[in-house]
């Protein structure tokens, strides 16, 4: 910045605290003016609120959206679907009404793209574009009937006539360039109520789709009820309880059935044997030899000797 810029900022900023501490007047805009830019600044906070509490109707909690666990709990259903469909409650309850909240969530999002295209975007653009080059304007303004403030102020001691007739000259054209880009803001308010009755009616089709696809499920669930009300009642079987008198605490039978026995273990086959071997016929025996008769013997003396 050059020390030309850098002196005019310190005028201004020398005005604003006389004017602010010291109860210094400085030069006042018309009433038109005023009224223009308070309402300029109120249709500000109303566009930046009704985007803000819109987004947050669209979308409560964008971590987790209700289409992605929707999509969950499809996947789900339709993989136990068909253990479901001999129920009355698995062809109603789980896939009719997985069907329509499917639906619904293909309507919510065509709800949420409505909204944001006619709706929020169009706001979007004029608080970031139209808005916000009105508030450069009226600062740029500001700063130049500062400026032009203090030179008048200063007239004759050391500020020239020349001097005070540009800054008037700069503060003027200002506040004219302001002062048109808030008539062009104010005078197209048809715009935003055109687009604030674009978001009404993209409610009221949601709400009249949802209606339609939530009758039509109704519809289904009191057939439902109506074929399981005349469905024949079966009676409930008790099975035969477990018994543990009759066989070790290990084991657990039915009652009047046989324990379980293992099976064997297996065994190994038997190693193959060899063939006997040939044995040689037996040698022949020789005849017994003839034995000799017993010698007789002698007679016992004592035998035949007298006592």
Known sequence: ??????????HKATQKVSEKVG??????????????????????????????KTTEYLQPNPAS???????GTMSKIRGQEKGMEQSCFGKSGSLDAGESMGELGEVKDALD?????????PLQ????????????????????????DYKKKRHGKGVLEEEIRQALEKFDESKEVAEQSMFNLLESDIEQVSQLAA???????????????????????????REAQDKPRKEYVPKPGWSWSCF???????????????????????APQDPPTPQ????????????????????????????
Not at 28 to 47: I, N
Request: aromatic letters at 4%.
């Open 199 to 225: 978001l009404v009616q993209a409610q009221v089709e949601y709400h009249r789709q949802a209606t339609e696809i939530l009758q039509q499920l109704s519809s289904k669930v009191h057939e439902r009820i």
């Open 125 to 148: 653009n004029l608080q970031e574009k139209d808005i916000k080059e009105i508030q450069h304007h009226l600062k740029k303004m500001q700063g130049r009937r500062l400026d032009f």
């Open 113 to 121: 793209m409505e909204v944001k295209q006619n709706f929020i975007d």
């Open 280 to 307: 040689d016929p037996p040698a022949p025996q020789d005849p017994p030899t003839p034995q000799d008769p017993p010698t007789p013997q002698a007679p016992n003396a004592l035998l035949g000797a007298p006592w």
């Open 65 to 71: 959206r209700a289409k992605l666990s929707l999509i």
């Open 1 to 10: 910045m050059s020390v030309a810029g850098l002196k005019k900022q310190f």
């Open 23 to 52: 109860g210094a007047e400085g030069t006042k805009l018309d009433d038109d003016f005023l009224q223009m830019e308070k309402k300029v600044d109120t249709t500000g906070r109303a566009v930046l609120d009704i985007m803000t």
């Open 248 to 270: 070790p605490p290990a084991t657990a039978t039915m009652r009047g059935s046989t324990p379980p026995q293992a099976p064997p273990a297996p065994q190994d086959p038997p």
